[in-house]
């Protein structure tokens, strides 16, 4: 049996960056108790072993305001905060390290600037997702967030003004062309900017290709994983016999005499060594 392991798999550009700036605040004699807005990555066991080190993680307003007066470090992670949050934290007199990813700052970017200019913003993504919620905290004006193409066509706003529409960095590429094709099937003027990330672009493009050959597919990815979740339904939808695991432990597999083919990628939160477990594991044992 054939094993194909996506090139593109694993930890992206922004997570590396935000991953490795935690461990060098540890580093740091001067960095004072470490924080994280919000785990870090969605990944349990990178998290668990900063916490071994020391680092915790505050999540809500309250957490922030407890901090006010003290001394240390507050690392931003790579999905950005909103607008308030940011404020709250630079009040608390800490000291900010931002690993928001620039591919996330662009998007602000985007919205801030465009909206100054009179436009309605959409953004296509989940409208819970933190980062999501930060691109949304830019917008000086209306702003609309719907989750792909079903929304666009309940979409009913008037067609006389004009609009911006940006992505979540980790959508659906496929659904995001979908959507963007109904807003202009319907009459809407409409400034398009594609700002899914190069890095889910390349996970996508990959992970749907191997799908399309395999018998059996594993997704590796947290299970609050946007990017990760995505790669698995685009996986599922060219491959029926799809897996989406956290780690090994979640992994039983049952393949078939008929399977010559199984392919494996991962979200751009997971670490190597859990790709390398479930690579060798499956080498292994089938
Ligand atoms: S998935 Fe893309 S936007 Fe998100 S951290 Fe990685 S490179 Fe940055």
Do not use: W
């Amino acid at each position: 049996m054939e094993v194909i392991v996506a090139q593109h798999a694993g930890f992206c550009f922004g997570v590396t960056k935000a991953v490795d700036t935690v461990y060098e605040q540890i580093d740091r004699t001067d960095a004072g108790n470490i924080y994280t807005y919000g785990p870090i990555i969605h990944n349990e066991t990178v998290v668990s072993d900063l916490e071994k080190k020391g680092v915790r993680v505050i999540e809500s307003e309250a957490d922030i305001e407890g901090l006010k007066g003290q001394k240390g470090t507050i690392v931003i992670r790579s999905h950005g905060v909103t607008r308030k949050a940011q404020a709250a934290l630079e009040e608390t007199g800490l000291n900010i390290v931002d690993a928001t990813c620039p591919f996330v700052k662009r998007i602000h970017k985007v919205v801030a600037e465009e909206s100054q200019k009179g436009k309605s913003i959409i953004v296509v993504g989940s409208a819970n997702h933190p980062e999501v919620e930060g691109i949304v905290s830019y917008v000086q004006g209306k702003v609309y967030v719907i989750d792909g193409p079903e929304s666009a066509e309940k979409f009913d706003e008037n067609r006389e003004l004009d609009y911006t529409l940006v992505a979540q960095t980790t959508f659906n590429k496929k659904k995001f062309q979908e959507t963007v094709e109904i807003f202009k099937n319907n009459g809407y003027n409409i400034n398009i900017v594609n700002t899914i990330c190069n890095a889910t672009d390349e996970r996508q493009t990959e992970a749907e290709e191997i799908a399309s050959k395999a018998d059996a597919m594993i997704v590796i990815g947290g299970a609050h994983s946007s990017n990760s979740r995505k790669l698995y339904e685009i996986c599922k939808e060219k491959c029926a016999d799809t897996y989406f695991i956290q780690t090994l432990e979640d992994l039983h597999l049952n393949l078939t005499e008929n399977v010559k083919l199984v392919g494996i990628t991962a979200g751009a939160s997971t670490p190597k060594n859990i790709i390398e477990e479930v690579q060798n594991y499956v080498r292994t044992n089938f």
